[in-house]
Nanobody, 119 residues
Framework: QVTLVESGGGLVQPGGSLRLSCAAS????????MGWYRQAPGKERELVAM??????TYADSVKGRFTISRDNAKKMVYLQMNSLKPEDTAVYYC??????????????WGQGTQVTVSA
């Protein structure tokens, strides 16, 4: 069982910054990809950033503004968000991926944290 808990969301002005944190517990390893997704009202959930031991990816909309980092010893993953825009407003979800013995991918999700960018 894997549990993910996000924190750090809130209200911020355009151009401001926030850092999201995700605390993981359970059977998760440094080789498991972890990342962040977000979902705005009326829109589909989208990938924001993902990292593993050997690769990090970002959505085009956040490249150069967001940075994902990870502390494997503490089972923590972070998302530093700079130069925030109103279109970044969404519920942000922490995600962890595990490969099953059958070769399929299992996703674990946090409860979400609200990020609102508004003047």
């Amino acid at each position: 069982q894997v549990t993910l808990v996000e924190s750090g969301g809130g209200l911020v002005q355009p151009g401001g910054s926030l850092r999201l944190s995700c605390a993981a517990s359970g059977t998760i390893f440094s080789t498991n990809p972890m990342g962040w997704y977000r979902q705005a009202p009326g829109k589909e959930r989208e990938l924001v950033a993902m990292t593993s031991a050997d690769i990090t990816t970002y959505a085009d909309s956040v490249k150069g503004r967001f940075t994902i980092s990870r502390d494997n010893a503490k089972k923590m993953v972070y998302l530093q968000m700079n130069s925030l825009k109103p279109e970044d407003t969404a519920v942000y979800y922490c995600n962890a991926k595990r490969q099953t013995v059958y070769g399929s991918e299992r996703n674990d999700w946090g409860q979400g944290t609200q990020v609102t960018v508004s003047a």
